[in-house]
C-alpha cells in the first residue's frame, strides 16, 4: 500500500470533496481518497505508484487546481 499526499485548491465545500474523490478513485490502483477542504490536502493510497501526471489530470478533470504533494508525517 502506497500513500500520498497532494495539495489542491479551490475546494470550498462537499461537493468540491466528492468531484475530486470521484476522479481520483477511477485512476488504477486507487484504493482510497481522503479530502480535507480546508486544507486543500487530499490523501491517496493505492496498491501502485501514481504518476504525478495522472493525478495532476484527475484534480483537473473535477475541476480544480493542482498544487503538488506534500510530505505525510506518520
Known amino acids: 500500500m502506497i500513500v500520498n499526499g497532494y ?3 479551490g475546494m470550498s465545500c ?11 478513485t477511477a ?5 482510497d481518497v481522503s479530502v480535507d477542504v480546508e486544507t486543500g490536502r487530499v490523501t491517496v493510497k493505492s496498491a501502485e505508484a501514481l504518476a504525478e501526471d ?5 484534480v483537473e478533470e ?10 505525510l508525517v506518520s
Request: charged share 10%.
Open 7 to 9: 495539495t489542491v485548491s
Open 14 to 24: 462537499g461537493h468540491c470533496a466528492q468531484s475530486v474523490t470521484e476522479e481520483l
Open 27 to 31: 485512476l488504477p490502483g486507487v484504493t
Open 54 to 58: 495522472a493525478v495532476r489530470g484527475a
Open 62 to 71: 473535477a475541476g480544480y487546481t493542482y498544487e503538488g504533494t506534500i510530505a
